[in-house]
Every structure is written in C-alpha cells, then in structure tokens.
C-alpha cells in the first residue's frame, strides 16, 4: 500500500507517517473488502438465524472469515462506511 500510495516511509515528521498509516489501511480495506461484497455479505449475516440470534458479534466473526482479516479490521471497514453513507 505504501508504495502504491507513493508514501515517503524516510520521514522524520511523526504526524505525516501517522498519515500514511491511516491511508495506506484505507486502501488495504478497499483493497481486500471492497465496499459492494462487504455490504452484501454484512445483511447476510445479518439477516441469517445467527446473526438474528448473536448479532455484532456473529456478524464481525462472520466478515472476518469470509475476508480473512482480523476482527480489527472488520470493525474499522464497518465505521469507514457508516461514514461514507452507510449500508
């Protein structure tokens, strides 16, 4: 991500690397959890009999499976999009 997002990872400014952080683990989100199979697969698990029944939980555990990513980075991808708009 850094290097396709061109970052100067040499830079002695600690808020610039902060920076880079953030938006080098925006484009990985996008990257492994595009936003259109994200949402479909959150109202699947949703809507499923588990999902109904354990909720945030199932639903994260779901996602984190289905992507093959950390449960972290689940959570994070749900804000990023209740912040775009939502589902």
Not at 44 to 62: H, T, V
Not at 73 to 83: A, D, P, Y
Request: aromatic residues 14%; proline residues 1%.
């Amino acid at each position: 991500g850094h290097y396709k997002l061109q970052h100067d990872l040499d830079t002695k400014d600690e808020e610039m690397y902060k920076k880079f952080e953030v938006e080098t683990n925006y484009f990985a989100a996008q990257l492994l959890m595009p936003s259109s199979t994200f949402r479909l697969q959150y109202m699947k698990a949703a809507k499923s009999e588990l999902g109904k029944l354990l909720g945030r939980e199932y639903i994260i555990d779901y996602l984190s499976k289905y992507f093959q990513v950390k449960s972290s980075s689940v959570e994070r991808r749900i804000f990023e999009l209740l912040e775009d708009g939502g589902f």
